[in-house]
């Protein structure tokens, strides 16, 4: 069983950053790979950004790359979402989510969420 945990959503102007942190707790931490989620209002939730805990190969959503670091401290047991240059489109419920092995792009893919955190983009 894994249960995730997210923190340090918030309130930032345009341009701005915030690091979004998820605690994993488990046993087989480095059998995971972790995604990062978010879901705006009235839209589906989409992909942000994973790693495979097991080697730390990074994926990104093409309007997040260059702006979004996907980091995990395996000593920890956390994973992190440095997010810069924030605009309000970024604006979301952010959420982590855990699957067995392998990177997905699919919020189908992924067993395990935790309860997301506030990310608001004011411009």
């Known amino acids: 069983q894994v249960q995730l945990t997210e923190s340090g959503g918030g309130l930032v102007q345009a341009g701005g950053s915030l690091r979004l942190s998820c605690a994993v707790s488990?046993?087989?931490?480095?059998?995971?790979?972790v995604g990062w989620f978010r879901q705006a209002p009235w839209k589906d939730r989409e992909f942000v950004a994973d790693?495979?805990?097991?080697?730390?190969?990074?994926r990104y959503e093409d309007s997040v790359k260059g702006r979004f670091t996907i980091v995990t401290d395996n000593a920890e047991k956390m994973v992190y979402l440095q997010m810069s240059s924030l605009k309000p489109e970024d604006t979301a419920v952010y959420f982590c989510a855990a699957r067995f092995l392998f990177l997905g792009t699919s919020p189908a893919a992924y067993k395990y969420w935790g309860q997301g955190t506030q990310v608001t983009v004011s411009s």
């Open positions: 488990g046993r087989t931490f480095s059998y995971y790979a």
């Open positions: 790693i495979s805990l097991s080697d730390s190969t990074t």
